[in-house]
């Protein structure tokens, strides 16, 4: 459970700092839309869980990463599909525009982050290594 929890923040968090960056740049949707969802995706694949320093090989972060990029720009169009012209009032009131949620990235951003980081998080909670094998020192010799 505190592996899920874990990534639900990391992943809301990323998803949330790449949204603000976008909403502050004027990106609002559409074709850069796709562009901004699959980097949250990306960075969430990447970060999320197991870090790449600590991984056995560097390839299974990158694949985390291309894995995480195709999720988030599914989910985007997914949002897109079934949302598309949802507003939420609440929102309107703290400050965001009065856009569709999926047009607005600091919203949807940590939604799909946290969505992606609780796969991540759980997925890496494998138990480790095998247990090392039993040294022959106190065992009786076979002849």
Do not use: C, N
């Not at 609440?90 to 799909?112: N, S």
């Amino acid at each position: 459970m505190l592996r899920a929890v874990l990534g639900l923040l990391k992943g809301g968090l990323i998803g949330a700092a790449i949204g603000f960056g976008a909403f502050r740049l004027g990106i609002e949707g559409g074709t850069l839309g796709f562009a901004v969802y699959g980097l949250v995706g990306l960075l969430v694949g990447l970060l999320v869980g197991r870090p790449p320093w600590r991984q056995e090989t560097i390839w299974t972060s990158a694949l985390k990463g291309v894995f995480g990029l195709l999720i988030a720009m599914g989910l985007y169009w997914g949002g897109r599909k079934l949302l598309g012209e949802t507003h939420l009032g609440f929102a309107t009131g703290l400050g965001a525009p009065d856009k569709p949620l999926v047009d607005i990235p600091f919203l949807l951003g940590p939604v799909i982050g946290a969505l992606y980081g609780i796969f991540v998080e759980v997925d890496d909670t494998g138990g480790g290594s095998a247990p090392a094998p039993r040294s022959s020192a106190g065992a009786p010799s076979r002849r």
